[in-house]
Each structure stands twice: as C-alpha cells, then as structure tokens.
C-alpha cells in the first residue's frame, strides 16, 4: 500500500462532489446512475448501472488499482427486502506513469448490479434506488470525488426494458470479462505464478499482448513483464510474484489481443477462485527456477568470461590487442589504471544496456538478448562507430586521449580514457552474443526481478572485462606484452581493417533488416562521416570544424530515419530446411517426425559459424535425412514474438540455440551453443 499512500499525497485537495440526482457531473467525470428498465414487475430483477464519462487524459481505476490509485466503491441503499449483486466490474487497462502500472479505465466505463424487487413491492409505487458512489481520478494529479445519486423505478403488472439505453447497456456488458474457453490451473513457483490454460489448436501467430490482472492487490508484480508461451496444447502465462505472501486461491482477468480477421481485437477472459497450488511445478519456465541465485551469478560471470573466445568477440580484438600493447609501455600503476578503466567502460556498457532492457520489459515488451540489434538504427549507429574506430586506427584523424590509447597518450590520464572507451565498444560489439554457461543463466535470470536480471547482467560485464583486467594487474603478466615500439604504428593501421569488415558486417545485417533506401542511406552517412573526420584530422579554424559538425549530424539524421521493413524480408533457407513457425512445428509434431529447430540471427556471428561448421556440412545432412527429421530454421536478425516465445520456454534469453523434438514422448534435446559435426550427428542418431 506504499504506492497507494504516495498516490494519495499527490492528490490535489478539492472539494466532493454530491448530489441527489441520477447525473453528477465534475470537471473530469460524468457520472450516471441508469436502470435497464422503464417499468419493473415486482419480483423480477433489473440491472443498474453507474456509468462514467471520464476526461480525456485522465481514469478511474478497477478493484485492484495497481501501484497507486482506489477502486470505485459503490454502496445502495434499498428498500428492505431488496439486494443488490456484486458489481460486474469491466475488465481493466494497464495505465503505467512513472514506473507505476495502474489498473483502471479511461474514456467510458459502467459497472453493473443487478436488484431483485421484493415480490411483495406494491405495483404501481416507485421503488426508490440509491447509491451513494466514490472514485478517485487522476492524470498528473488525482482527485477524490463522490456522488449521491437516486432514482425511482416505476413497477407495474410487467417490466419494461429501457430502449434509450439498451445499446449503452450492451456496450457495457460486451467489456465485462467472459468465462475462459480454456480449462485452466495455476502455480506458483519460487518468484513465479504461473497460469495454464488447456488450449488446443490455438495459435500464437494471432495473439499478442497477453496480461492478467490479479484481483487482489499485491499477488502479481504490477509493473514487471507477463510471458506467454505456448507448447501445445497448453497456453501458459508466467507472471513475477508481488509482495504478499501466496494465496491459496488466485482470481482476476486475462486479457489477450487476437488478430481476427486483420483487426486487432481485445479479448477478456475471468479467472474465477482457481486453486494456486505451491507443490505443482509448471514445466518450461519455472523448471528454470532450479537455478538459485548464487548460481546464476556465477554461471553469468562463467559465460563472460567465455564470451571472450566466442567468434562474435573477434571483431574487437583489435582493439583489445591494441589496448594491451599500449599498457605494455605503462608503469604496474599506470597498467592497473588502464585495465580498472576498461572494466569500467565494459560494466557502465552493460548496465545501460541492462536498463534499456528492464525499461523494454516493465513496458511489456518482449525481449531477449540481443535485442538492441533488431533495430536497424542501432545497426547503422554501431557500423558508424566501427568504421570511425577503424579510421581513428587507420590514421586518418587522431584526437588527443583516442580510444585506444596510442601514439602520444600511452601513459597517464588519457591512457585510461582510451581503455574506458575500449571496454565499451568491447561490450556493445559483445552483447548479443551467447557463450556456454550465459545462455541458461541470463535465460532464469530475465525472468525474475529487475534487480536479479541487472546483477546477473552486471557479472557477465565483470567476466568479460576480467581477463584485461587482470594481464593489467598481475605483475608477471606485464612481461607477456610486446614493448612499444615503431611497428605500432603500422600494426595499428593494419588493425583498422577488421573493423572496417565489422562495419561491412552490420551493413549485410541492415540490409536484411530494412530495404535496399536504408542501406544507401546508411552508406552516404559512412562517406559523411568519414568526410567529417578526415576533415577533424586536417586541423583547422572554426569553418573547418563547423563543416565537420554539419556532416557528423546529417550522418546521424540519415541514420535515425531509417525505418524496418514493412514486411519481413525473405530469408534463403538451408539445403532442406523450412521457415520455423509454431504451427509449422505443432503440425510437425503432431505427423510424429522429430524435428531439428534452428534459431539464428544474421547479427549472431556464432549462429553463422556453427551453420558454416556444423550444419551444412555433408556428415550434417546425411544423418538429417536418414533419421527424418524435419529441419526448421528461425531468423530472429528482426523482433519475432514465436520466436521469442520459443526461447523463453527453453530458458534462453538469446540466440543461437538448437532444439531437437523426438517423435515420441522423450523432452526435446537442447544442444550447445557451439556446434560439431559430431554433435549434431550424434544428436540425430539418437533419434
């Protein structure tokens, strides 16, 4: 209730609003009190409405509000003998401010009872209703406000349906939730809930943004992001745990967004007193729980370190061999100094990337690692900075405290400015890749908590920069770097050129990402940048400077308008493969052929390494056929929400990763992240 009590100090004092009327009108709300009928039959039941017109901007909230906020309440005063039903409350939105997710309404809502007359009422006497009603509103500021509010039925020999109202009292019952279609159950794990829903023949392809609002306050972390799976025939929805302990019971809606016939449609589901069982384990995401904290800490700062022999890493070891050569010249402080600041840079990398991460996620996004590259601005801004490194290198322009270090600054402080900068481009070319160990634990860990997801983040950065870290620091580790010397310069102009194939690299990636006007685009804003540094290498006056300036921003003007594709660029298959789709797998499966799932990327140079080594090879394709499997083959270079559903029910939190699904009841096989021949041979034969 913390939230609640920081919401009601934002609360803007203002008087209440009463009345006595069926209409209480505010500068925010229009409230109405409204029966479904004209004229009611003693005995016979009619249904009354409170019904706000709230102002653009601003809501009123549901029975669990969230983080902040109060439900509308409603109390009757009827006449003895009469009852009124609980409020048949429409099914919420997610309004987030601040950091905070809300539940309420926004432009109109109704919530309804129904009111059985006594049988004994007196036909032809007004049976009076009164309700005395309370919300709070709020935009930036919120506002209590109250209302008394009366009507009185006519009653008769018959009842008499209100026709003025009778499409506002269809419209309202078309937003109260309907009962699942689905059989369903729930469980709760560790930091996880977990519902199921038995769905057969459903498909993901048509739903999108799936949430459940927990009736009662505290169950569900309001704010922390919902995951939708789906391994046929169950439909699963694996939420964090909020503050209160479990309860025994867990009621509330789902809401999920289907594409019916082209049109995004609002579904909503109730979820009624189903049973939270503690001793059930959901299988897919919370096996992964099994993984304690301390483990994935420590299998994060394992898979750091390994990320530093992975392929994608090469692309930086230029600049990282750079970096150490240049320490080589530097005092046992002076080198502590350098590898501390590489540190730095690596882990202030990874926490901003970290936080855009989490940022994703509150937002209810679907991400994992990686995701920074399925955008193409991203894309573009990286080669910009890969090829700026390579001409920096190249010697086309130098600023004093350069990013490696070289040449006039090998020492002091601008020494460990380069080194800063080195360990940042070193983590932001690195991030999207995968190394044993990392996979399964960054795969837990973006499932539970922020904090947890950004500790775990944070030791990945620790093990990538740890080896630097420590030839910087061990004494006898100094006398295994080359000294300084005059080839340098010509190592270091020699270096420049695998950056500048990085560049090349991110190009082919934008190319798959957008169209053939984003790639040119992007290469007149490299020939703009590139004439904007080499005029920075000329020296100069203000003129000078004020043209490179001019070229640097129309560089990145050109670079932030590039938009993805419209549609998904097609992608050339392997020999024998097909496009991965859940429903392509379910069919598949449900044939009883085993099936060989591929999740790649075109910014995953470990995907490409493995596909050249393993999965092309001849050996590959000899022991596919034989065994009859299926091979599917996902490309993940841009957003793909099946895709993303399919690595989270294997705990991954990025690609690659390989699948093998039996035809029988055995759990599929996920194989490593680094491929043989062997290894996936072998995989098969086991088929």
Not at 47 to 57: A, K, N, P, Y
Not at 205 to 233: C, K, M, N, T
Not at 422 to 429: D, E, N, R, S, Y
Not at 454 to 479: C, E, H, K, N, S
Request: hydrophobic residues 55%; aromatic residues 8%; glycine residues 10%.
């Amino acid at each position: 209730m913390v939230f609640l009590l920081l919401a009601l100090a934002g609360m803007q004092a203002s008087p209440a609003v009463r009345a006595s009327v069926d209409t209480v009108r505010t500068d925010n709300v229009t409230a109405r009190l409204v029966a479904s009928a004209e004229r009611v039959k003693p005995g016979d039941t009619v249904s009354v409405m409170l019904h706000q017109d709230i102002r653009d901007g601003w809501h009123t909230y549901w029975k669990n509000p969230g983080d902040s906020g109060q439900e509308i309440a409603l109390e009757w005063s009827l006449p003895e003998g009469a009852v009124a039903t609980p409020i048949r409350w429409a099914a919420p939105e997610r309004i987030e401010f601040a950091g905070l997710v809300n539940h309420g309404y926004s432009g109109r809502v109704g919530l309804i009872s129904d009111i059985t007359v006594p049988a004994d009422w007196p036909a032809g006497t007004a049976f009076p209703v009164k309700a005395e009603a309370t919300w709070l509103v709020c935009e930036k500021i919120c506002i209590p406000e109250s209302g008394v509010f009366a009507i009185d039925l006519p009653t008769g020999g018959e009842t008499v349906a209100n026709s003025a109202d009778a499409a506002l009292f269809a419209a309202v019952r078309g937003t109260v939730p309907a009962a699942s279609p689905w059989p369903y159950s729930a469980t709760v794990s560790g930091n996880a809930v977990t519902l199921a829903f038995d769905a057969p023949g459903l498909s993901m392809a048509r739903l999108s943004q799936a949430h459940f609002f927990a009736e009662a306050w505290g169950v569900i972390e309001h704010a922390a992001a919902q995951h939708l799976s789906y391994d046929a025939p169950v439909l699963r929805l694996t939420m964090q745990r909020g503050e209160i302990p479990a309860p025994d019971r867990l009621s509330g809606v789902l809401t999920l967004r289907e594409d019916i016939g082209g049109e995004q449609v609002r579904l909503a589901f109730a979820i009624d007193e189903v049973a939270l069982d503690p001793a059930a384990s959901a299988p897919s995401m919370i096996s992964a729980e099994t993984l304690s904290l301390p483990l994935i800490l420590a299998f994060a700062f394992l898979g750091g370190l390994l990320l530093n022999l992975m392929p994608c890493v090469f692309p930086v070891l230029a600049v990282k061999a750079l970096g150490l050569v240049g320490h080589a010249a530097d005092s046992r402080a002076g080198r502590l100094r350098g590898g501390l600041a590489y540190m730095a840079g690596v882990l202030l990398a990874f926490a901003l990337l970290g936080i855009v991460f989490l940022a994703l996620r509150a937002g209810g996004a679907s991400v994992g690692w990686g995701f920074q590259l399925q955008n193409p601005v991203v894309v573009a801004v990286l080669a910009y900075i890969l090829f700026a490194v390579g001409l920096n290198l190249a010697g086309v322009f130098h600023i004093a405290g350069s990013w490696t270090g070289m040449g006039q600054s090998l020492a002091g402080r601008s020494g460990a400015t380069g080194s800063f900068f080195t360990g940042i481009l070193a983590a932001v070319v690195a991030a999207p890749c995968t190394a044993p160990f990392m996979a399964a634990a960054l795969g837990v860990a973006f499932t539970q908590s922020g904090p947890v997801a950004m500790a775990a983040i944070l030791m990945l950065g620790l093990g990538l920069g740890m080896p630097y870290l420590l030839l910087t620091a061990v004494p006898g580790a100094a006398r295994l770097l080359p000294k300084p010397g005059a080839w340098m310069n010509t190592l270091k102009q020699v270096l420049a050129f695998p950056l500048f194939a990085s560049a090349a690299w991110l190009i082919w990636v934008l190319a798959q990402q957008t169209d053939p006007d984003a790639v040119f685009a992007v290469l007149l804003g490299m020939t703009a940048l590139g004439f904007a540094l080499w005029l920075f290498g000329q020296g100069g006056g203000a003129v000078r400077r004020g043209v490179a300036m001019v070229s640097v921003a129309a560089a990145l003007f050109l670079a932030g308008a590039i938009q993805p594709a419209d549609t998904a660029v097609a992608v050339i298959q392997p020999d024998g493969a097909e496009r991965y789709s859940e429903a392509r797998l379910e069919a598949l499966r449900a044939e009883g052929r085993p099936v060989l799932v591929n999740m790649t990327a075109a910014w995953c140079i470990t995907c490409k390494v493995n596909e050249r080594v393993a999965l092309s090879s001849e050996a590959f394709h000899a022991a596919l056929a034989k065994s009859g499997a299926a091979y599917l083959v996902g490309d993940w270079t841009r957003e793909d929400p099946e895709i993303t559903a399919l690595l989270r029910r294997h705990d991954r939190a990025g690609v690659p990763l390989y699948v093998l699904f039996y035809p029988d009841e055995r759990p599929p096989m996920v194989l490593p992240q680094i491929l043989t021949v062997s290894m996936v041979v072998d995989a098969l034969h086991q088929i």
